[in-house]
């Protein structure tokens, strides 16, 4: 009698385990495909991305900044957290090292322009940019904002201002709506 309950103790033990594994593998696969789906969607908008910036390049030959979206505006929600613009250089002459910084103009609300640049939280500005001669930056630069709650909503004009070897290149405006939730 002990060794058939054994057995029958192995056998259920078995299975458990055959089938718990079974899951674990249809899971594991699950997850590859998941994230094989992301990044081939993520490749898939910096492809439509990168044709955009080449686009707008090609349509005029002296421009020298694209801003993502190409209206220059952008809207942000009080609480936001990592929503931005981004931001293309092209080198219509030699090899170069550029850099740029942003600053606030005016804003139609209450704060400050401090407070207004303060809203920036990543790539606010950059040094030694190297891009060579007759080409756009191989990768672009999202500037991303953090909005805290407390903000009251209102528009702020932010100035781009790229520089080359220390002159003045070329600069842009961008428009940032700060709505409440």
Same mark, same amino acid.
């Given at each position: 009698?002990?060794?058939?309950?054994?057995?029958?103790?192995?056998?259920?033990?078995?299975?458990?385990?055959?089938?718990?594994?079974?899951?674990?593998?249809?899971?594991?696969?699950?997850?590859?495909?998941?994230?094989? &789906? @992301?990044?081939? !969607?993520?490749?898939?908008?910096?492809?439509?991305?990168?044709?955009?910036?080449?686009?707008?390049? %090609? +349509? =005029?030959?002296?421009?020298?900044?694209?801003?993502?979206?190409?209206?220059?505006?952008?809207?942000?929600?009080?609480?936001?957290?990592?929503?931005?613009?981004?931001?293309?250089?092209?080198?219509?002459?030699? &090899? @170069?090292?550029? !850099?740029?910084?942003?600053?606030?103009?005016?804003?139609?609300?209450?704060?400050?322009?401090?407070? %207004? +640049? =303060?809203?920036?939280?990543?790539?606010?500005?950059?040094?030694?940019?190297?891009?060579?001669?007759?080409?756009?930056?191989?990768?672009?630069?999202?500037?991303?904002?953090?909005?805290?709650?407390?903000?009251?909503?209102?528009?702020?004009?932010?100035?781009?201002?790229?520089?080359?070897?220390?002159?003045?290149?070329?600069?842009?405006?961008?428009?940032?709506?700060?709505?409440?939730?």
């Amino acid at each position: 009698m002990k060794k058939k309950a054994a057995m029958e103790m192995s056998v259920g033990t078995i299975v458990t385990i055959v089938l718990l594994m079974t899951i674990l593998i249809l899971g594991l696969v699950l997850i590859r495909t998941i994230f094989k &789906t @992301a990044t081939t !969607s993520i490749d898939g908008i910096d492809d439509a991305m990168r044709s955009q910036v080449q686009k707008l390049f %090609a +349509e =005029d030959d002296n421009r020298k900044i694209v801003v993502q979206p190409e209206n220059r505006q952008i809207t942000l929600k009080k609480g936001d957290d990592g929503n931005g613009f981004g931001l293309f250089i092209r080198n219509v002459d030699e &090899t @170069a090292q550029f !850099s740029y910084g942003i600053s606030s103009q005016e804003a139609s609300c209450d704060i400050s322009l401090t407070e %207004a +640049e =303060d809203l920036i939280s990543l790539n606010k500005q950059r040094n030694a940019i190297t891009i060579p001669g007759g080409n756009i930056m191989e990768n672009g630069i999202l500037v991303m904002f953090k909005i805290p709650e407390t903000i009251p909503p209102c528009q702020i004009v932010y100035t781009i201002e790229v520089e080359r070897e220390g002159k003045a290149y070329t600069s842009a405006d961008v428009i940032a709506t700060i709505e409440g939730k």
